[in-house]
């Protein structure tokens, strides 16, 4: 049985910073890239970041490039997310989910097979 599941959000004022892990179970951790994506109250989800787990390749969305930093740790089949300098707006439950497409950039959510349960972050201003 395939499982993502998600772990790390939480409250925390602008400018700080959270970690996200992302664990994975059941399928082949290096045949897959992970994505992360968030969606807020009202909006569509959005994608925010992938790492292709084979050779570690990332994209990430502009809206958090040079703020967040994907990685992969594939002995413990996790992916990682930390997130610096948060702002109110990256409010939302963070979803982690998995593809074995490779049409990069991967940020839209048609693309991914597996999704996590999801967990809240919420920045504070």
């Known amino acids: 049985e395939v499982q993502l599941v998600e772990s790390g959000g939480g409250l925390v004022q602008a400018g700080g910073s959270l970690r996200l892990s992302c664990t994975v179970s059941?399928?082949?951790?290096?045949?897959?890239?992970i994505g992360w994506f968030r969606q807020a109250p009202g909006k569509e989800r959005e994608g925010v970041s992938c790492i292709a787990n084979s050779d570690g390749y990332t994209v990430y969305a502009n809206s958090v490039k040079g703020r967040f930093t994907i990685s992969t740790d594939n002995v413990k089949n996790t992916v990682y997310l930390q997130m610096n300098s948060l702002k109110p707006e990256d409010t939302a439950v963070y979803y982690c989910?998995?593809?074995?497409?490779?049409?990069?950039?991967?940020?839209?959510?048609?693309?991914?097979?597996?999704w996590g349960q999801g967990t809240q972050v919420t920045v504070s201003s």
């Open positions: 989910a998995a593809t074995t497409r490779s049409s990069w950039p991967l940020l839209l959510d048609t693309q991914y097979d597996y």
């Open positions: 059941g399928f082949s951790f290096d045949d897959y890239a």
